[in-house]
C-alpha cells in the first residue's frame, strides 16, 4: 500500500528564487490537500482539489503561490520569488471522497534564506 | 468559525506513566469530525482516530483510549503506560460537514516527551 509521497524532503533556497514541490496522493484518491505548518504551530489549510479542479484556496494563499493537479493525479506547488516567511513545512493529504480520513505525505521542508 | 484549542503546548512524563492530552473545539455545525494524527520527529502526519459527532462513544484502541464529550466539546486522548516511543507531537483537529471542502482546522499541537 503506497501512501502519499512528497519530494523534495527538503528545500533550501535564496530570497526572490522560484521553488516547486511536488506531491503523489495515494492512488484512487480524488482529493488532494496542502497545508503549511510553521515551526510550534498546526498545519494551517493552503487550498485542495477534487481531481484536477482547485476548488477552493485560503487567503494564506498570496499571489505568489499557485498549485494544479493536471489530469488529477500528482499536484505540484509553486511559490514565486520566495520571502523568509516561506519558511515552513508543506504537507500534501489526500482522501477518498468527502467525508473520509485525510492522509498525510512526509511533507517538504523549506528554507528561505 | 470553527476553533480547536490544545491548552497543554508540552508534557513531560517517565515511561509507564498514563498522560491524558486535551483537546476542546468550537463550532457551529451539528455535524462534524473529529480526528487526532501524530507527529514524530520525522514530521509525517500519522491519523490515529476519527471520530463524527453523532457517535459519541468512548474507543480504546490497545494503550490508546479516547474520550468524546459534546456537552463539553472536548475529544480527548489518553495514553496508557507510555513508552519512549510516544514520544511526539500530537494534534487534535475538526472538520465540518456544511463545509464542502472538508479541510481540517488543527489545534497548536501537545509535544509530548516519554522520558525513560
Known sequence: DTGVSQNPRHKIT?????????CDPISEHNRLYW??????????????????????????????FSAERPKGSFSTLEIQRTEQGDS??????????????QYFGPGTRLTVL | AQKVTQAQTEIS??????????????????????FWYKQP???ELVFLIRRNSFDEQ??????YSWNFQKSTSSFNFTITASQVVD???????????????????????TRLMVKP
Open chain 1, 14 to 22: 535564496k530570497r526572490g528564487q522560484n521553488v516547486t514541490f511536488r
Open chain 1, 35 to 64: 497545508y503549511r505548518q510553521t515551526l510550534g504551530q498546526g498545519p494551517e489549510f493552503l487550498t485542495y482539489f477534487q481531481n484536477e479542479a482547485q476548488l477552493e484556496k485560503s487567503r494564506l494563499l498570496s499571489d505568489r
Open chain 1, 88 to 101: 515552513a513545512m508543506y504537507l500534501c493529504a489526500s482522501m477518498v471522497g468527502g467525508r473520509d480520513t
Open chain 2, 13 to 34: 512524563v517517565v515511561e509507564k506513566e498514563d498522560v491524558t492530552l486535551d483537546c476542546v473545539y468550537e463550532t457551529r455545525d451539528t455535524t462534524y469530525y473529529l
Open chain 2, 41 to 43: 520527529p520525522s514530521g
Open chain 2, 58 to 63: 468512548n474507543e480504546i484502541s490497545g494503550r
Open chain 2, 87 to 109: 514520544s511526539a507531537v500530537y494534534f487534535c483537529a475538526l472538520s465540518e460537514a456544511y463545509n464542502a471542502g472538508n479541510m481540517l482546522t488543527f489545534g497548536g499541537g
